[in-house]
């Protein structure tokens, strides 16, 4: 947890916003895995976390937006708690770790709402993503929980986006941190997948070293050599020679931040031709994305720039004919790439998706396209100095996607598809990367983790 001062000033900021009434922040519940008190590792609520610190189940947090007056509420633990728990902090001892003064139970939460609303005063809040916090918020505000959700305030939203897409220095130290057990975790993988070797087996291998720093997974890990299947959690294949192995794998550090890292490489430690010629492509598609980073830039246009990279090379190749721009501005690329080339990245892996993927990553005179592949970027606005955001192009074979669009022939006169079906059976590539916008471009977080072909055989060759 960071300095109490650091979340004074995170308040104190949100304060300047000049929004009036109560700002309301609902911490998470455990989540039961079968029945009440066997539950699933605890995940704060983010935006909660952000403003009042505390990693711990049942707390909510009143930022009293005309006075500037921050109150924590939550309960004492009792007797019969610390029987089971062993001695505790009390709440005001709790609260001082994030310098809020005052502490109230939890208990009085619902009445000081119900004063505050009888006085006309608004109650402002996040939109809710959890069922209990919808169901809880829905007994606080005394309405029920299907409105609740309709009723978030969009003005806090974009308030608290505008604090939280800026990540201040210890946030970007925190992210390193995660880099640096997610760098172990990616060079083990391309040591441990051997021929024969099953995929959870080195799953199992990497999430070892994570647990032995106690941190959790940032999200499921995808580690497949079934990599063109995007959101592939199945990790149940026996690996063979030269089968290409996609892994997207990032943890949540300690103190909450996570990170998002995927590299693909060939089981048996080397590229075949054909695998080097598509890796180099995506390596070329990731490398010119970067670089084009930089203050006041949109990541829709970096995403197309990327696009065209790929769209160029593998019209070298055969798989497109045609105008590169023409093929970008159709969407007739995102049959290899069907995906966006990033999100912002924090103490979410898609950070701040909960509060409303347009809100926080449209805007500015961006808008998501209708395109397939494009219209799945999730985030497309200008980039600012102190964002952190996932560059991740890829390439990928999806044979039903293939197959649907030849059948309909869809930007038949672009896309080569005799070619494309000679590689049904590649798979998939994808290299990921974090990387902050800095004042006049970018620097990519963390240790470098092997990514050119020569520095994963390397690594792979010990
Ligand atoms: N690992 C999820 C993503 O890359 O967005
Ligand atoms: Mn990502
Ligand atoms: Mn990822």
Known sequence: MFAPSVFAARRARLQQAGLSGLLLFVGNVDSPMNYHDNTLPFVQDSSFRYFFGLNEP???????????????????????????????PSLSERAAKAAVGRSRPYAELAQLLAEARA????????????????????????????VVKAGFCPALTRAVVALREIKGEEEIAEMESALGVTHAMHIAAMQNAKPGVLEYQVVGIMEGIMRRHDWHLAYPSIFSKRGEVLHNHGHGNV???????????????????????????????????????????????????????????????????????????????????????????????????????????????????????????YGDGAERSPLFGLGYLRLGKPLKAGMVVTVEPGVYFIPALIEAWEKEERHSAFINYAKFREYADFGGIRIEDNVLVTADGSRVLGEPIPKTVEEIEAVMAV
């Open 239 to 361: 690996l063979q020679q030269g089968d290409l192995v996609l892994n997207d794998t990032g943890c949540a550090s300690g103190g909450g931040y996570a990170s998002d890292i995927t590299r693909t490489f060939p089981v048996g430690g080397k590229f075949s031709t054909r695998q080097r010629e598509l890796y180099d492509i995506v390596l070329e598609m990731q490398e010119a994305a970067i670089a084009a980073i930089k203050p006041g830039i949109k990541y829709q246009d970096i995403h197309k720039l990327s696009a065209a990279v790929m769209v160029e090379r593998m019209a070298e190749l055969g798989f497109f004919r045609g105008d590169a721009d023409a093929i970008v501005e159709s969407g007739a690329y995102a049959i290899a790439f069907p995906h966006g080339l990033g999100h912002q990245i924090g103490m979410d892996v898609h950070d701040m998706e909960a509060l409303g993927e347009d809100l926080v990553g």
């Open 58 to 88: 049942a707390l909510a947090g009143v930022i009293d937006a005309d006075s500037g007056e921050a109150t924590l509420f939550g309960n004492d633990p009792d007797v019969s708690d610390i029987v089971w728990t062993g001695p505790l």
């Open 119 to 146: 006085a006309g005063r608004p109650v402002r809040y996040l939109a809710p993503y959890r069922g209990e916090t919808l169901i809880e918020m829905g007994r606080l505000l005394d309405v029920h929980p299907a």
